[in-house]
């Protein structure tokens, strides 16, 4: 039986207010999880994989920010020295990488733009 949603909520929140005191810095990683997909979406891939670095430092169990680190750190090694950016179709399969994977937790307006770059 799942609980009403309030409930749940009042359950993240006291839950995320542990970690908080737990992790210093735990509260910085939505902000720099947001940066991440913003980044990824604007093709910056160095800023899109720094950015998941810091949310994975400030809290690495926070939605699928280390996987998609590691993701990052990969597609990031196969730039040619000096690009940010991946050709179109790489980028494609990076996102769709991500939506298919590592989308647990995204922010329901970063999945909508998302969403609409793969449907282009």
Not at 12 to 35: C, N, Y
Not at 71 to 92: C, H, I, N
Request: a neutral charge; hydrophobic letters at 40%; proline letters at 8%.
């Amino acid at each position: 039986v799942q609980q009403p949603l309030v409930e749940q909520q009042a359950y993240f929140t006291s839950r995320s207010q542990t970690i908080a005191k737990i992790l210093p810095g735990a509260q910085d990683a939505p902000t720099l999880e947001r940066r991440g997909f913003e980044a990824l979406l604007n093709n910056d891939i160095p800023a899109a994989r720094e950015a998941f670095a810091a949310a994975e430092k400030a809290w690495p169990e926070y939605h699928n920010v280390a996987e998609i680190t590691r993701l990052l750190t990969r597609v990031a090694e196969l730039l040619p020295p000096g690009a940010k950016s991946l050709p179109r179709e790489q980028l494609y399969d990076v996102m769709t990488r991500i939506m298919t994977d590592y989308s647990w937790g995204m922010p329901p307006a970063i999945k909508t733009q998302m969403e609409a770059v793969l449907r282009r």
